[in-house]
């Protein structure tokens, strides 16, 4: 699996929020939204179904 970069746009207030909580988890930023992401696929599938992924 490679780690690929993404360009977020995200309002200050949400941002400093984050930064925030990342903290208070001993995370950095970019690990908190990898945790949350992870989360939030984690709960979609449960209710959704496994999203299968084809390699390119």
Do not use: C
Request: charged letters at 40%; zero cysteines.
């Amino acid at each position: 699996m490679s780690i690929l970069r993404y360009t977020l746009r995200i309002e200050d207030e949400t941002l400093e929020k984050l930064r925030y909580i990342a903290d208070d988890n001993f995370r950095t930023v970019n690990k908190e939204l990898e945790k949350i992401i992870k989360i939030h696929i984690a709960q979609y599938e449960e209710r959704n179904g496994k999203i299968e992924v084809i390699p390119k």
